[in-house]
């Protein structure tokens, strides 16, 4: 190994242009049992309290096989899916949504 070398210039990567129309359709809708919400604090130990559109305020936690994939701050706008005990009150978070896809989710109405 040589030490000081620098890699080779790597080529850029060609990307399709950005279309709003491929991204709605391809953006997740929360299913049977699942619901919009908003984060409106962050609790610790991969918790937060989250609004929900049905009008509750859940805990919610991101589940161990998301943990290190999804990244949850204040104001984001999640899918929650609720306990089957104690599902007024706890619940999982288990997307959350890019915020063109939340100003997306908001002028259809869906927040």
Not at 31 to 40: A, P, Q, R, S
Not at 71 to 91: A, L, N, S, T
Request: with cysteine.
């Amino acid at each position: 190994m040589l030490i000081g070398r620098r890699p080779p210039n790597k080529k850029p990567v060609n990307r399709a242009p950005f279309n709003p129309e491929e991204e709605r359709r391809k953006m997740r809708l929360p299913k049977e049992g699942e619901v919009l919400g908003l984060v409106i604090g962050m609790m610790g130990g991969s918790r937060m309290k989250v609004t929900c559109k049905d009008g509750k305020e859940r805990m919610c936690r991101i589940p161990g096989k998301l943990r290190n994939k999804i990244w949850v701050k204040d104001g984001d706008v999640v899918i929650v899916e609720p306990w089957e005990i104690e599902g007024d009150k706890k619940g999982d978070i288990i997307w959350r949504y890019f915020p063109l896809q939340a100003k997306i989710l908001k002028e259809e109405g869906y927040i």
